[in-house]
């Protein structure tokens, strides 16, 4: 079968829906499918070899920028969009993303919904140009249900069923300004009813997104998010020297910083002197100030010497980063509609401390490999973490079940067939 992904880039930093895909494709390439992952706005960060490597990027962000900002530009000769989207050109654009303000993101968001009917048309007609040269998919994946706007018009022009995934994008609609938010939901939902359906990676956000873009409940199905699992086997025996452990963006949204107090609180017990801190994960120049200030206050608590910061590790040494952790947990601010930094830790055998909120629960009840904390509740971040790394015997227990909880439900190898199989010929085709 061939297939095609749509999957927008980071630029410059690890992101799990660029990696959960190109982990997807390579293990669908291995299943014998024709498959192609094409890079939207920014070029792909990856952690794995490129499933679909030297493609070219639609949607190219500085080409989006100039089309959306300037008529002029929404008339230009191929040539001159073509060194705009030079790969290089834009992971130096997005490194200054911060320089974007909540206006032009909140137009610039209307626009790219609005897509035939928009100011982006140009880059529409791009993206069905070369489907059209190149071969239309059996199936075309849409990463993220963003992208319904170029989803709609392939999928009516191909003749071709088209799928949107679900991946957390009601933080990012309802962190727009309140003049456009209303609007980008309303133009939202009008193009997913085009499509033929969603797939939610966990029941919590699928139930959560077909009442925000008034879906029926046949029109999404549950496929959980994956990772490649082969060859990562985890430590059998706890680590001698206790660490606590955070894998995620360096920001306030993932709560980094209430992980850095509830440490500062736990070593300041004395229950814990060998304990450390290892924090690791995708940075860019916009959350450097943010770091730093996490820095400082461990540094003012007296604890240079028992945390460490690793900013855009390797997948190499993301493993070996992970698997010798005690205790994993990101405090997210907001409700994760999955979370994939969850399910690489527990393969590393690693036990995981997470809010009772969004797709943890689900997540934690699948596995048995962590618990959860009452985020209502002061406190109950470090009395949950201080239960844990108090009994290490327990804890890699835990750990050691989590791992095989991933083999069987999280691991790519599986889901990538059951994705083709179950899920995709369970969703009603549009006629």
């Given at each position: 079968?061939?297939?095609?992904?749509?999957?927008?880039?980071?630029?410059?930093?690890?992101?799990?829906?660029?990696?959960?895909?190109?982990?997807?494709?390579?293990?669908?390439?291995?299943?014998?499918h024709d498959v192609t992952m094409l890079p939207t706005y920014l070029p792909h960060f990856l952690d794995e070899e490129d499933a679909s490597p030297?493609?070219?990027?639609?949607?190219?962000?500085?080409?989006?920028?100039?089309?959306?900002?300037?008529?002029?530009?929404?008339?230009?000769?191929?040539?001159?969009?073509?060194?705009?989207d030079n790969k290089w050109l834009l992971r130096k654009a997005a490194a200054r993303s911060g320089m974007t303000s909540s206006k032009d993101l909140g137009e610039i968001t209307l626009s790219t919904f609005r897509g035939e009917d928009g100011p982006l048309v140009k880059e529409v007609n791009k993206v069905l140009t070369w489907f059209k040269e190149q071969g239309s998919p059996d199936i075309l994946f849409l990463s993220t249900i963003m992208l319904a706007g170029i989803g709609k018009v392939l999928r009516r022009e191909l003749q071709i069923p088209v799928y949107g995934f679900l991946q957390g994008e009601d933080s990012f609609l309802d962190s727009l300004l309140p003049e456009y938010r209303v609007e980008a939901w309303r133009l939202l939902s009008q193009d997913v009813a085009l499509l033929d359906g969603c797939i939610a990676p966990s029941k919590y956000f699928g139930n959560l997104m077909a009442e925000r873009l008034a879906l029926k409940p046949s029109k999404i199905k549950h496929h959980p998010n994956g990772i490649t699992t082969e060859g990562?086997?985890?430590?059998?025996?706890?680590?001698?020297?206790?660490?606590?452990?955070?894998?995620?963006?360096l920001c306030p949204l993932k709560g980094l910083d209430l992980l850095v107090d509830a440490f500062i609180e736990l070593k300041g017990t004395g229950n814990h002197d060998k304990l450390s801190l290892k924090i690791a994960g995708g940075?860019?120049?916009?959350?450097?100030?943010f770091v730093e200030e996490q820095k400082s206050?461990?540094?003012r608590a007296g604890l240079d010497k028992h945390f460490s910061i690793s900013p855009n590790i390797s997948r190499a040494e993301k493993l070996e980063f992970l698997k010798y952790l005690t205790v994993f947990?990101?405090?997210?601010?907001?409700?994760?509609?999955?979370?994939?930094?969850?399910?690489?830790?527990?393969l590393a055998g690693v036990p995981v401390v997470l809010p009772?909120?969004?797709?943890?629960?689900?997540?934690?009840?699948?596995?048995?490999?962590?618990?959860?904390?009452?985020?209502?509740?002061?406190?109950?971040?470090?009395?949950?973490?201080?239960?844990?790394?108090?009994?290490?015997?327990?804890?890699?227990?835990?750990?050691?079940?989590?791992?095989?909880?991933?083999?069987?439900?999280?691991?790519?190898?599986?889901?990538?067939?059951r994705l083709v199989n179950e899920v995709v010929s369970a969703l009603p085709v549009n006629q």
């Open positions: 079968m061939k297939l095609a992904f749509l999957t927008p880039g980071t630029g410059n930093y690890y992101c799990g829906v660029c990696m959960r895909d190109n982990s997807l494709a390579r293990q669908l390439i291995a299943l014998g030297d493609q070219p990027i639609f949607f190219g962000g500085i080409n989006v920028y100039l089309q959306h900002k300037f008529s002029l530009f929404r008339h230009t000769p191929k040539w001159i969009d073509k060194a705009f990562i086997l985890p430590v059998e025996n706890a680590p001698s020297s206790p660490s606590l452990g955070y894998l995620a963006r940075m860019t120049d916009e959350d450097e100030p206050k461990l540094s947990s990101v405090p997210a601010r907001y409700p994760e509609a999955f979370g994939l930094y969850v399910v690489e830790a527990m009772n909120s969004g797709a943890f629960p689900e997540i934690i009840k699948a596995t048995k490999g962590g618990q959860l904390y009452d985020t209502s509740a002061a406190g109950t971040l470090t009395e949950t973490l201080d239960a844990l790394l108090s009994d290490s015997k327990r804890a890699k227990d835990i750990g050691l079940q989590a791992h095989e909880a991933v083999l069987e439900q999280y691991a790519n190898e599986k889901l990538a067939s």
